[in-house]
């Protein structure tokens, strides 16, 4: 399926002015060390970022169909086990679980292709099917929330500086929109062309996510910097 093109990132940032006070504000002691003073009340900066990740499928599925001619069906069953414990065979000795859900792309290839050469026309390979486990979406989310934020802070310190002023602690941090499309989550059914490329599976099983967020940030005033004495 084609995939939308992705948003260019935005940014809004809002300097929110310190609100006029009407009465006597309580003095507060000075901080004891230097560097940062204390933000004046109001002092804020609200901004909003956003961040997009994909995933590749992380297993793939592949159906095997063996078939045997013998003049007797006794025979024909015995040649067809004995087909079935080569595969098996095979699997093992690579690491693979006999069930044939590969979780290394290219050890399903390696072993596809030793099994076409070692039992010829009597073995049928479909293609591969891509899917993701419901853990790995999972992480998916998670990262693209995190990475979100991370913009959204970097930002964030950008304006500041550009202004001369310190970020400060977050004050609110909201997630607002998340998105997410492609990619086929444990499905046994595959709808893809059995003339796509390996590469080409791949890509249409990989998973897309977004997320925007908007932060309210405290701002301090300029850092002092202290000369050290040599």
Same mark, same amino acid.
């Given at each position: ?17 310190a609100q006029t006070q009407t009465q006597t504000p309580t003095p507060t002691a000075a901080p004891s060390g ?5 933000? @004046?009340? $109001? ?24 078939? /045997? ?25 690579? $690491? ?5 859900? #590969?979780?290394? #792309? ?15 026309? &009597?073995?049928?390979?479909? @293609? ?6 419901? $853990? ?26 550009? #202004?001369?002023?310190?970020? $400060? ?17 444990? &499905? @046994?059914?595959?709808? /893809? @062309? ?15 996510? /977004?997320?925007?967020?908007?932060a309210v940030f405290e701002i301090k005033g300029k850092e002092k910097r202290r000369s050290k004495l040599l």
């Amino acid at each position: 399926m084609a995939l939308p093109a992705p948003l260019p990132a935005r940014l809004f940032a809002e300097l929110v002015p310190a609100q006029t006070q009407t009465q006597t504000p309580t003095p507060t002691a000075a901080p004891s060390g230097r560097g940062v003073p204390p933000a @004046p009340p $109001g002092r804020e900066m609200h901004v909003s970022g956003s961040a997009e990740l994909s995933a590749r499928p992380d297993r793939a599925r592949v159906s095997l169909r063996l078939g /045997s001619r013998k003049e007797e069906a006794g025979a024909a069953r015995s040649s067809v086990a004995r087909r079935l414990e080569y595969i098996a065979q095979t699997a093992r000795q690579r $690491g693979v679980p006999v069930c044939i859900i #590969f979780s290394d #792309f290219g050890k399903m290839q390696n072993i596809c292709n030793l099994l076409i050469e070692k039992l010829g026309t &009597s073995i049928t390979i479909s @293609p591969p099917h891509f899917y993701h486990t419901p $853990g790995a979406i999972d992480t998916l989310r998670r990262q693209v929330c995190v990475a979100a934020v991370g913009n959204t802070r970097q930002k964030a310190q950008e304006v500041c500086r550009l #202004f001369g002023q310190t970020l $400060g602690k977050p004050l609110l941090i909201r997630e607002e929109e998340t998105k997410e499309w492609g990619g086929h989550i444990d &499905s @046994p059914v595959s709808n /893809s @062309p059995d003339s796509l490329t390996l590469q080409e599976r791949i890509q249409n099983a990989t998973a897309y996510a /977004s997320c925007r967020v908007f932060a309210v940030f405290e701002i301090k005033g300029k850092e002092k910097r202290r000369s050290k004495l040599l």
